[in-house]
Every structure is written in C-alpha cells, then in structure tokens.
C-alpha cells in the first residue's frame, strides 16, 4: 500500500508562489503516474496536473497551464507542484496521487494541503 504525504502548503499573496512536495512511500515500484488534484469549499475535486512516472510525460489543466510546473526528484518517489503567479481563485486542498501499472484510475490518495492565496 502505497502512502503519499504532502507538504508545502500555505498563505501566500496574489502573484506570489508555493512549492508543494510529495513524498510516496510503500509499493512504489508499482506507481505508474502520479498527479495533483485539488478541492476548493462547496466545489468538486479537479485535475491540476499529472506526470507518467516512465519517459516523465506532464499534463496540466487550463487553469494552470503556464503558471504551474510539476517536477520530479532525481531519485526516489517525490513529486515537486511549483506554483507560480498565484490567483484568490487557486484556494484549494491540493492532494497528490498515484496510479498504478496495469490500473487506469487514481487509486491512492494523501490527505492534503491548503493552499490560501489573498487578494
């Protein structure tokens, strides 16, 4: 079972940045993506963005597209959600996951960060 825990969250200002970690641990060598998604009060969760963990492959939500990077470390299993240029409308529990080889749904979760940006 795979355990995927995030960090990196915070307040920030409109226009100002966040980096966001996550870190899986148990059964990685099974994981065959992982991605960040994120939950803003009364909305449902949506995509951010995603990386296939073989050949490193990124997609990104419009929303985020060019604001947004998602990165990986050169070693082990993190995965890096650099926020840049942050809007009031980013608010959000992000949460990190992971898919799994031979599976085609997000199938192990963390438990979140906040993220907060004032206006």
């Known amino acids: 079972q795979v355990q995927l825990t995030e960090s990196g969250g915070g307040l920030v200002q409109a226009g100002g940045s966040l980096r966001l970690s996550c870190d899986a641990s148990?059964?990685?060598?099974?994981?065959?993506?992982m991605g960040w998604f994120r939950q803003a009060p009364g909305k449902e969760r949506e995509f951010v963005a995603a990386m296939r963990w073989s050949g490193g492959s990124r997609e990104y939500a419009d929303s985020v597209k060019g604001r947004f990077t998602m990165s990986r470390a050169k070693a082990g299993y993190t995965v890096y959600l650099q926020m840049n240029d942050l809007k009031p409308e980013d608010t959000a529990v992000y949460f990190c996951?992971?898919?799994?080889?031979?599976?085609?749904?997000?199938?192990?979760w963390g438990r979140g960060t906040q993220v907060t940006v004032s206006s």
């Open positions: 148990g059964g990685t060598a099974y994981i065959n993506a």
């Open positions: 996951t992971a898919k799994f080889v031979g599976r085609s749904t997000w199938d192990s």
